[in-house]
Structure formats: structure tokens, C-alpha cells
């Protein structure tokens, strides 16, 4: 929640003129009287730097922290626009599908997305492909006049009254930043249209529909119209949105379910040798979406009940095909208000939705397909912006002898879309991508696949990650797992508990991310001399035989991601060793209670001696020392031409090998191995300043640089707005695969002080450089916004320690002279967000 005060402050009696103006034109601009002074006197530099703290939730009570690049300011209005589909509700019979005769309306927002007010040129016309005509009559406007047939209609309020377009079209007024227009068009379905004919209406004429574009004169255009008599840097723009429907369908409503499918869990039930006896686990979510994600003028519906061979009742199913060469080893878990059903009916042969369905168990060997429907008396629908979770299921190999072998199948859910009652109304979806109902952008799939994928196929649609990301968004994505019976020897290696992780390739290469502590105002370019990071690993004998496990560190595959000169240590227990990078190999400098070897490059491993057969573990330690001058892992060159990208952590790969009589202690050769990556982070949220000049009350601007967010210095004058964006983003590995120690940016708080440099910082915003009696740049009421959630609030005075409101003036203790910004919840890896706040140059 965003803490301000919305009051507006009474100007000069001079000004009233001005602020009307702006008022009618849709400014969002707060005027400031100014002082009798001139202003702040040209070549005036004003300067920003942004400072934030956060922490890794894996190491809480340790604060990280971030500094931004520095910018200067000494910009142009932009024009922008968007057309958006915003649904399709069928006049002539509300909620029912379209036929011949209905009369469609084709709702569309149009929006500004430029950084000043401008105004929309709207045509009265409109293009439609299929069995249909622009025609039709809206209800009467805000003034009671029935328009034309065929006549589109717009609206400023959000829909509440609606007005005519002539026949030329018109230009609405100023519309402000962020502020839309809706627009209605009548599209009647013609005579003889034939159930399954796609009907589209099109507002705007730009090519595939592209928004925000430079405008290309047509018939037709939506295009901005300039306000200001300088008019915006980038000219005129125009865009267009398509909306489309089925004849048979209904024309607005549509329930859009996903099926979400990953392995939850594996066991070798102790044997393992074989292939025969392995336990998989299968968890399955239900989600119904709440927003349009297929971007098709739908307005998502609740999830309802189909009839299937079970009961007299309509339910939801939920189905999992159990697995070729798998029976089912145990009773299927439903979450609460759902049934487990069962089918003996080919999966290969029968889909989901007309096999033969049956409470009562059978033999679970016999059990071809698990499902779970909703309990009527309970759960009548799955409502939109609800995500069911909670069911489960367990098969066990049989048959699976060679090795190795994968395990594939695919979940499906089939209902309704709620209050439809057409036959033809049915909703599928298959597990393993993020799309609802399988959208591929014209149909929907009337059925599903099988469910069933035979273990001698190679599928081309995988869920490679087991997270629901396939690339399949048409049919879904199959869920593989891959069994490979162990050698006698072998072994695994991963993060702390979790030996067996796979990273982005295989279980070679998974990881454990971690971040040094980095000392406050550490600007961006600057090498760093952090402390060593510690990481905790985990070993597991998969094999046959009890075997000793050896540790050494290990060079990356790209030497020079790690710099010269690390010093890693490797322990366990009382056994430790020591190794210096020299930017090519590890050299071994010293160790305690090591077992034989001598001590030359990458010998003398740590060795875990007797690891128990069939799954034994044991956890091992490494510390990684980076050397002094090691660069900020968030640096990049877009903060500066001097400034090395870096936008990485450092890796050390940890080999875990077990030994042979030929090679008892030394390198780990063709013994069986596994590596672990230990990558050390230093710092991983970077904060990015940039800024950029809006117009506001001052002269236009004549240099189109200074109207886009940069990080080159400004040159506004007094009147004219800065705009600071702060772009913040964590920069470290995502999660791939399964089990890696990812770093996620928790407790995230930005501090944009004005004041510092009256204390020998940076920031002079807040202050009266040029001693003028006021300070140099002014708040903007309501500027202050962070693109998630986030608690911002306001401090005045100089320092600025005394809370205060969003407020404006010419003083700091009767503006805002600093704003802090804490971020709600967690910023994942690779996310980006923005802080912006808005100065008045005075």
C-alpha cells in the first residue's frame, strides 16, 4: 500500500488561467507557484544516486547492500497509444452462444500510453471478416439518441454513458497519461452463417495489429492527436486491435482451466539395482484463470461439470494416464470436495472423457487411468483465480528391465465453461505448458489426446523441466523421467539434501547460489575484496558397494569465470584442503588429515571414507575466498562505457569422484563422478538510475535524448520535470531444472535521500544549490510509484529524518526530500521491477 496525500495545493492567483487549462486537457502535472527569484540558474547540476538493502532468505538478518550508477540532469513529450480487445457480449440473447440474426458488440480500450495528455482521432468504422456486418443499434447515447445502425459508440467514463461517433469520426478530448477510452462496435451475424465460423471485427488499421506504431495514413486509423503546440518527438502514432468469436459459441464467456503436471517425488524401494520396483509420484493442480491470458476477448468464466460415465451428476475430471511399463501402487489422494474414480478402459484407444468411470477400486494393477472429480454437494465449480492443488497419484515400475527408460505420460482436465449450457460447450486441456485450454489462437480443442504415451516413443512435446513450461501450447507437454538402473559404483553430488539436482543440462551441472555481503555506497565499477561464502554440499553413493567418495575442486568450463587467485577450501569432519586458483588450475597449498597423495596440482582430495551402499550420504563443506579487486557481480556496461559487464556469480564446480585401484587418490580420470557448482555472488539486486525530462510548465525540448529514460546527463530547464526510474533487478540463475539453492532478493528497501550531499554523498536534489532561497527541483504529487507492490513513504527536512506526506513546496522541510520504497515480498531471479518518482525543476 502506497502511503500520500491527495490534497492539491492552491496556486497564485496569477496561475489560474494556467492550472484550468491543464485541468481540462487532462494534466496530471501539480503546479508550484514559483519564488520571485529567477529559478535555479542554468548549469546548475543535479545529480542522483539510489541506494537500497536486501537480503538472501537463505541467510536472514544479513543485509546486502546495492548502489546505483550516478546521473546528471542540466526531455520531449511522447506521444503513445494502444488498442486492446475488452471482450464480446452477444446483445440479442446475453450469455448465450452466437447465431444468425445476433448482434454482436466488439468492446475496445483504447489507451494512452505516451508521457503526456493527448487526444485520440476515432473513426466511425470498423472491419469484420466472416459471416458478419458492422450493423446493428446500440442503445441510445448519454443524450438519449438512438445512433444509426452500424453507428460505434465511445465512452470516457469507464463505460457508464456512451457517446455517438459521427460519420467522420471524431477527436475526443485530452486524455490523459495511463487514461483510456472505451469503444463499442455492432457487428450483426449474417444469414446462413454455419456453426464454427469465426466472426472478427477489427478497430484501427495497422499491420498484424502492432500497437503504438508511427502512424501510416488509412481509412480507419485510431491515431493521437498533438495537444501541445511543439508537438511530441515521435509524431503521430496509431494502432489496432482484432477480437474474433465462434458462430455456436457464446460470444464472451469461456472458462479457462489449466492442468498443471510434475513428479513430486522418486524412490528405488532400496533396490537399486533393478528397474522393476521404483516408485513415482505424480502431483497435479487445477488452475481456472481470472484474466484473458489468451488475449482473445474472452471474459473468463468459472469451471463447471461435464456428464461422463460415472453418475447422473456432471462433473469436472481430472485424469492421469498411468504410465507403459507402471501400475499403480497405492490409492490416489484427492484435496477436499473431490472423489478418486477409477477406469480399466484403454488410455491408448479411449479418451478421458468417455471411458467408464467407477468409484470402487479395482485391482490396482488393472487400474489404466486414475481420475478425481468434484463432489457436487461440496464443490460446485472451480471459480475463476482459483488454483486447486492437492492430488496425487503413485505408480510403480514393472516390465521396465532395460535400462535406462523413461517413464512418460500427460494429465488432462474436461468441464464446462459455467452457466453454458450448449452441447458443444466443452473445455480440455493437457498438462505440461502454461496455456489454458490448449489455446492456439483460433480454436479450442474439441478433444483431448490419449494420455497414453508409449515408453519406445521419442515425443517431441516434453516438459524438459518438470515445472509446466513445455513449448507445446496447442496439445501440452508430456511429463519424462528417465530410469537408469546403477553401476556398481556410482555417485551423486548436489547442493546441501539435495544430491541428485539437475541444472539447466543434466545432474552435472546443478548449483548452489550465494552472495557475499557487500559493504554500503559500493558504487557500480568498483572492485571488492568480500569475505569468504561458505556452502554445505551433499553427497549419496548410489551404488552398489560400499565406496570412499574424494572432493576436489575443479576448474569452470569458461576458465575466466572465476578470477585468479580464489582460494577454495574443502572439508569434512577433521579433514580439510586448501587450493589457490592460478586462473588455469587449482594448486593444492595445504591441508589436514588428508589421505595419501602428495601435494602437487589437484591431489590431496578430501576423501569421505565407507559411504553406505543404495543411497548412503554424507555432507561435505567449501568455502570460497574471492581475491581483492573482484568486480560487482551486478555491475554492466549500461551504467558506463568503463564499466566491465559482469551480470554473473563466480563458479567453483566441485568434483565428487570415487576412487579405483588405479587412481586411489589422484585426479578423478574416468572414475565415476559427479560435479556441483558452489557459485559466489557479489551482490546480486542491481539498481539501475536513469532519468529522463518531461515538458511540464517549461519551454519544450528541443534535444529528443532527453525525453527517454538514459543514464546520459540532462539539460531541463526550470518548469521542465525529471523523471528518475529506478530499474531494480536480480540478476542471479534462475531455477532450472530441480534442487538448486537459488537467491531470491527478500526485504528490499530503496532510499532516494536528496540530501546526502550536504553530508558528502551524491544526491543534491532536495538541496538549494545555488542558494536562491529555494531548492532546486519539487516533488510531484502522486509521481512516486513502484511497478509491484511496495510501501512508499515520504521524510522531509535537511537531513531528511522527519516523516512527512506526499507533498509539495519550495523548501525541504515543506517538500519531500526523501522517499524510501520497501518492497513487498520476494523479487525472484531475473525479475525486474522500476521506482520512478517525478522532480519540478524550479
Not at 555417485?491 to 552435472?508: E, F, H, R
Not at 564499466?643 to 566441485?654: D, E, K, L
Not at 553530508?759 to 512516486?784: C, M
Request: glycine content about 10%; charged content about 10%; some cysteine.
Amino acid at each position: 500500500m502506497i502511503n500520500r496525500n491527495k490534497s492539491f495545493n492552491k496556486q497564485r492567483q496569477c496561475y489560474q488561467t494556467l492550472v484550468v487549462t491543464a485541468l481540462l486537457t487532462g494534466s496530471l502535472f501539480q503546479f508550484i507557484a514559483p519564488a520571485l527569484a529567477d529559478g535555479t540558474t542554468a548549469g546548475t547540476s543535479i545529480s542522483n544516486t539510489a541506494t537500497a538493502t536486501y537480503e538472501d532468505p537463505n541467510a536472514p538478518g544479513s543485509p546486502i547492500n546495492s548502489t546505483s550508477n550516478t546521473v546528471t540532469v542540466t526531455v520531449a513529450e511522447v506521444a503513445g497509444i494502444t488498442v486492446t480487445g475488452s471482450g464480446i457480449a452477444n446483445q440479442t440473447t446475453p450469455g448465450g452462444s452466437t447465431q444468425s440474426g445476433n448482434v454482436l458488440v466488439y468492446t475496445y480500450t483504447l489507451t494512452n500510453v505516451g508521457n503526456d495528455p493527448t487526444k485520440f482521432q476515432i473513426p466511425n468504422l470498423a472491419t469484420t471478416t466472416g459471416p458478419a456486418t458492422v450493423s446493428g443499434i446500440l442503445p441510445p447515447d448519454k443524450n438519449g439518441v438512438t445512433p444509426p445502425t452500424g453507428n460505434l459508440q465511445y465512452s470516457t467514463d469507464g463505460g457508464a454513458t456512451w457517446t455517438n461517433i459521427p460519420a467522420g469520426g471524431l477527436t475526443t478530448g485530452a486524455i490523459a497519461v495511463n487514461g483510456t477510452v472505451l469503444v463499442r462496435v455492432p457487428v450483426t451475424v449474417q444469414a446462413g452463417a454455419q456453426t464454427g465460423d469465426i466472426i472478427t471485427a477489427r478497430l484501427g488499421q495497422t499491420p498484424g495489429d502492432a500497437q503504438n506504431q508511427p502512424r501510416a495514413a488509412d481509412g480507419g486509423d485510431v491515431y493521437t492527436v498533438q495537444i501541445s503546440t511543439a508537438g511530441p518527438i515521435n509524431g503521430v502514432r496509431e494502432a489496432s486491435a482484432t477480437q474474433q468469436t465462434q458462430v455456436g459459441n457464446t460470444a464472451k464467456s469461456k472458462a479457462l482451466a489449466t492442468i498443471l503436471k510434475t513428479k513430486t517425488a522418486y524412490d528405488n524401494a532400496g533396490t537399486s539395482a533393478s528397474l522393476t520396483d521404483d516408485l513415482l509420484t505424480y502431483g497435479l493442480s487445477l488452475r481456472v484463470e481470472s484474466n484473458d491470458v489468451t488475449n482473445s476477448g474472452l471474459t473468463p468464466a468459472a469451471l463447471a461439470g461435464k456428464t461422463i460415465t460415472l453418475d447422473s451428476v456432471a462433473h469436472i475430471l481430472v485424469s492421469d494416464a498411468i504410465p507403459a511399463n507402471t501400475v499403480l501402487n497405492s490409492t490416489p489422494i484427492a484435496p477436499s470436495g473431490w472423489k478418486v474414480v477409477y477406469t480399466t478402459d484403454d488410455p491408448a484407444t479411449i479418451n478421458a472423457d468417455v471411458a467408464t468411470w467407477s468409484y470402487t477400486a479395482p485391482a490396482l494393477n488393472t487400474v489404466k487411468r486414475v481420475g478425481f472429480v468434484n463432489d457436487p454437494t461440496i464443490v460446485t465449480s472451480v471459480s475463476t483465480g482459483t488454483t486447486v492443488s492437492g492430488f496425487s497419484i503413485q505408480v510403480k515400475t514393472t516390465g521396465a528391465s532395460a535400462s535406462p527408460v523413461t517413464i512418460y505420460n500427460i494429465a488432462q482436465v474436461a468441464g464446462t465453461t459455467a452457466g453454458d449450457t450448449t452441447a458443444t460447450n466443452k473445455i480440455y486441456d493437457n498438462s505440461g505448458d502454461q496455456n489454458p485450454d490448449n489455446y492456439n489462437g483460433t480454436t479450442f480443442p474439441t478433444t483431448p489426446d490419449g494420455g497414453f504415451v508409449p515408453n519406445n516413443t521419442t515425443p517431441t512435446n516434453v516438459d524438459t523441466q518438470n515445472n509446466n513450461t513445455g513449448p507445446n501450447s496447442t496439445t501440452g507437454d508430456v511429463n519424462a523421467t528417465t530410469l537408469t538402473a546403477p553401476a556398481p559404483t556410482s555417485v551423486l553430488n548436489g547442493p546441501n539434501g539435495v544430491p541428485d539436482a539437475v541444472g539447466p543440462t543434466d545432474n552435472g551441472d546443478d548449483f548452489t547460489n550465494k552472495s557475499a555481503l557487500i559493504s554500503p555506497n559500493t558504487a557500480p565499477g568498483v572492485g571488492v575484496d568480500p569475505a569468504a561464502v561458505s556452502f554445505t554440499n551433499t553427497v549419496q553413493n548410489t551404488g552398489t558397494s560400499v565406496t570412499n567418495i574424494s572432493l576436489v575442486p575443479t576448474p569452470p568450463t569458461i576458465k575466466a569465470d572465476l578470477p585468479t587467485n580464489t582460494v577454495v577450501t574443502v572439508s569434512y569432519q577433521g579433514l580439510s584442503a586448501a587450493y589457490k586458483y592460478d586462473g588455469t588450475n587449482f594448486i593444492f597449498q595445504t591441508g589436514s588429515g588428508l589421505v595419501g597423495g602428495s601435494a602437487i596440482s589437484a591431489t590431496n582430495p578430501v576423501r569421505i571414507d565407507a559411504v553406505a551402499a543404495n543411497g548412503g550420504k554424507a555432507n561435505y563443506g567449501v568455502s570460497v575466498d574471492l581475491p581483492a579487486n573482484t568486480p560487482l557481480s551486478t555491475d554492466t556496461t549500461a551504467q558506463g562505457a568503463a564499466i566491465t559487464t559482469i551480470q554473473r556469480g563466480f563458479p567453483t564446480p566441485v568434483t565428487a569422484y570415487i576412487e579405483s585401484a588405479a587412481t586411489p587418490t589422484g585426479i578423478p580420470g574416468t572414475n565415476p563422478l559427479n560435479i556441483s557448482i558452489d557459485r559466489v555472488y557479489t551482490g546480486f539486486l542491481q539498481l539501475l538510475k536513469e532519468s529522463r525530462v518531461l515538458q511540464g510548465t517549461g519551454p519544450a525540448l528541443p534535444i529528443i535524448a532527453d525525453g527517454t529514460f538514459s543514464v546520459t546527463p540532462k539539460k531541463p530547464a526550470p518548469g521542465n520535470i525529471i523523471e528518475y526510474r529506478i530499474t531494480y533487478k536480480n540478476i542471479s540463475t534462475p531455477q532450472v531444472g530441480t534442487g538448486n539453492l537459488i537467491l531470491n532478493a527478500d526485504k528490499i528497501v530503496i532510499t532516494e535521500d536528496g540530501t546526502t550531499a550536504a553530508n558528502g554523498g551524491n544526491n543534491n536534489w532536495a538541496l538549494d544549490n545555488d542558494t536562491n532561497s529555494q531548492i532546486d527541483t519539487s516533488n510531484i504529487v502522486s509521481s512516486a510509484k513502484d511497478s509491484g507492490t511496495s510501501t512508499i513513504t515520504f521524510f522531509t527536512g535537511n537531513p531528511a529524518t522527519n516523516p512527512g506526506s506526499d507533498q509539495t513546496g519550495t523548501t525541504a522541510n515543506t517538500d519531500v526530500s526523501k522517499y524510501v520504497d520497501a518492497v513487498t515480498g520476494q523479487v525472484a531471479p531475473g525479475i525486474q521491477r522500476t521506482f520512478s518518482f517525478q522532480r519540478k525543476v524550479n
